[in-house]
């Protein structure tokens, strides 16, 4: 093939710094991290953004995004970009959470920011474990899944069942949009990018509080392969916290 037949047809958003990962192989953040810069992008926030970032992997969200970042003490990013948008109405902003932040020492923050319908957008990443901190058991660890903390697997007796957030969070009157993902296949990819789209939406309206829950795998802590990660993600996973748009209200 001649080299004027060649096209390029994929490339690194503009809203994503060129740089190394520190992400372990088989980790969907980084997925997820290419995700949200192309609808940065795709709305020209670029320049008016600002992200919180919240303790845990997403710990160095601005080592990888070209926008502002503000980083908030654990579980309290939604509270710090409550406070961000209201200070700053003209820009964007977004939160980008785990499991073990946003479900467990932030449950109260997220709450509440969506009853009061912030108009925020937040991302949530679920990968069923405390990924950072050595692999403990999550609010939304599984049923029967082993962690640091749970050697025998999650007991339902003793630590309940895992919370499903986005369920939850769609009761409230004040989130406007909800909706679960994955990015483990093709076809899911490409329905997280519509679900993303439409929470930035969200937000460039005024519509109100937006919600994107990803599953994400967690290789390393899972003790598993990236193949085997991927398709726990898909089959596992996928079945106690179903994929789905749970609230769109302006498409009531």
């Known amino acids: 093939m001649s080299e004027a037949a060649l096209q ?13 990962t520190h992400f372990c192989p088989g980790c969907h953040h980084g997925v997820i991290h290419r995700l949200v810069a192309e609808q940065l992008d795709a709305f020209g926030l670029r320049g008016k953004t600002i992200g919180v970032a919240s303790v845990g992997c997403s710990v160095f969200l601005y080592d990888y995004f070209d926008v502002d970042v503000v980083e908030a003490p654990h579980g309290r990013a939604a509270a710090v970009a409550t406070g961000v948008k209201r200070a700053r109405p003209e820009n964007f902003v977004f939160t980008y959470q785990g499991d073990g932040d946003l479900a467990a020492i932030g449950t109260a923050e997220i709450v509440h920011a969506a009853n009061r319908g912030e108009n925020i957008c937040v991302v949530f990443v679920n990968n069923a474990v405390f990924g950072m901190t050595g692999g403990q058991m999550a609010p939304t660890t599984l049923e029967g899944q082993v962690t640091t903390t749970s050697p025998y697997g999650r007991s339902a007796a003793d630590a309940g069942l895992p919370i499903r957030m986005s369920e939850m969070l769609a009761t409230l009157e004040g989130a406007a949009f909800v909706a679960r993902v994955a990015v483990n296949n093709i076809k899911n990819l490409q329905q997280a990018k519509k679900a993303l789209h439409r929470a930035f939406e969200y937000q460039v309206n005024r519509w109100g509080f937006s919600f994107v829950e990803f599953l994400s795998a967690c290789p390393t802590n899972w003790k598993m392969t990236p193949q085997q990660a991927n398709k726990r993600v898909g089959e596992e996973m ?4 179903p994929l789905a748009v749970f609230k769109d209200r302006q498409a009531l």
Request: proline letters at 6%.
């Open 8 to 20: 390029q047809v994929f490339d690194r958003p503009q809203s994503l710094k060129d740089v190394a």
């Open 238 to 241: 996928a079945d106690y916290f």
